[in-house]
C-alpha cells in the first residue's frame, strides 16, 4: 500500500517538470534563444535585476534633484505656482502630474520612498520599449538582451531609481521611438508619435536635441531610401515639410507672426509682442 501511495506524486512531479520545460522551451523559441543555457542565463539576470531593483529603491541614497522636484510638487498640491511662487529650472508636467499622488499619500517622513516606488512602472515601460526598440530594428532575442544589458548599466541602474524628471522623459521618448519605428508612417501614426513628442517637451527641454536628431536622420533617410518604401504618404510630406521649416525658424531665434521665441525658468513660452508701437 505504501508503495502504491508514494508512485502518484512521481508521476504528478514528473507531469509538471514536463509542462514546466515544455512551456520554458515554448518563452526561449518565441523570443529566438538557444535553449537552455541562453534561456537561463537570461532569465537569471533578469531575476537579478528585479531584486537589484528593490534593493535600490529602499537603500539607494537621496539625491539634491529628488527633494528639490519635492518640493515644488509640495508647492503645486498647496496652491502655490511653479515659477512665480517656486523656484525652479525643469518644464512642469512632471511635477503637475504627480501633485495630485502626493496630496493622496499626504506629509510623512517616508515620502520619497512612496514616490520612487510609484515611479517603477515607468521603468517597466522604459524596459519594455528597449526590448521593443531592439526587436523591431533586429531580432527579439537583441531586444531582450539590449532590455536585460541597458537594465544592468552601473549609470542607469541608480539614476533611473530616483524621483526626478528623467524617468518620466526617457519612457515617454522611448515611446515615441516605438511608435516611429512600429510601421509606416501614417497620419495617425505621426500625431501619435507628436503627441508624445509633446509631453516629453513638457517634462524636459532636453528633447529639442533629440527631435532635432529625428528631422536630420529622418530627412536623411527619406532622401536616401524613397518615400515610396518607407511607406510614407505625399500629403504627410506636404503637412510635414513647411512645421519642419518653421520648427527650425523658431530654434534658430526667429521671429514668427509676431511671436518671440522666450526661455525664462525653464519654462518654453510664446510671448505675444505688438507690432505696433506707439
Not at 34 to 57: G, Q
Not at 130 to 153: E, H, K, N, P, Q
Not at 188 to 193: C, H, M, S, V
Amino acid at each position: 500500500m505504501t508503495s502504491k501511495k508514494n508512485k502518484f506524486p512521481l508521476k504528478s512531479r514528473s507531469r509538471v517538470s514536463v509542462r514546466g520545460r515544455a512551456l520554458t522551451r515554448r518563452i526561449a523559441d518565441y523570443f529566438g534563444l538557444s535553449y537552455p543555457h541562453e534561456f537561463t542565463s537570461a532569465a537569471s539576470l533578469l531575476i537579478a535585476l528585479i531584486l537589484l531593483r528593490v534593493i535600490t529603491v529602499t537603500h539607494y541614497k537621496f539625491v539634491a534633484d529628488e527633494s528639490q522636484h519635492l518640493h515644488v510638487i509640495w508647492g503645486w498640491a498647496r496652491g502655490f505656482v511653479q515659477y512665480r511662487d517656486l523656484a525652479d529650472n525643469h518644464m512642469p508636467l512632471f511635477q503637475i502630474l504627480c501633485a495630485p499622488i502626493y496630496k493622496l499619500i499626504g506629509d510623512r517622513g517616508t515620502i520619497l520612498y512612496w514616490m520612487r516606488i510609484i515611479l517603477q512602472p515607468l521603468y517597466i515601460i522604459a524596459f519594455w520599449c528597449t526590448y521593443r526598440i531592439g526587436s523591431l530594428l533586429f531580432s527579439r532575442r537583441v531586444g531582450v538582451w539590449a532590455a536585460i544589458l541597458v537594465g544592468l548599466s552601473y549609470d542607469y541602474v541608480f539614476c533611473s531609481v530616483e524621483f526626478r524628471t528623467d524617468n518620466l522623459w526617457a519612457p515617454l521618448w522611448l515611446l515615441c521611438l516605438s511608435v516611429l519605428l512600429g510601421g509606416a508612417l501614417t497620419m495617425r501614426r505621426a500625431l501619435i508619435a507628436g503627441f508624445l513628442m509633446g509631453l516629453c517637451f513638457g517634462v524636459s527641454m532636453k528633447t529639442l536635441l533629440l527631435v532635432m536628431s529625428i528631422l536630420i536622420g529622418g530627412s536623411v533617410t527619406l532622401i536616401f531610401v524613397g518615400r515610396e518604401r518607407l511607406g510614407i504618404g505625399s500629403g504627410l510630406v506636404q503637412i510635414i515639410a513647411p512645421d519642419v521649416g518653421t520648427v527650425m525658424g523658431v530654434l534658430d531665434g526667429e521671429q514668427y507672426e509676431g511671436k518671440e521665441r522666450v526661455l525664462s525658468a525653464g519654462i518654453h513660452t510664446f510671448v505675444q509682442t505688438s507690432t505696433d508701437t506707439a
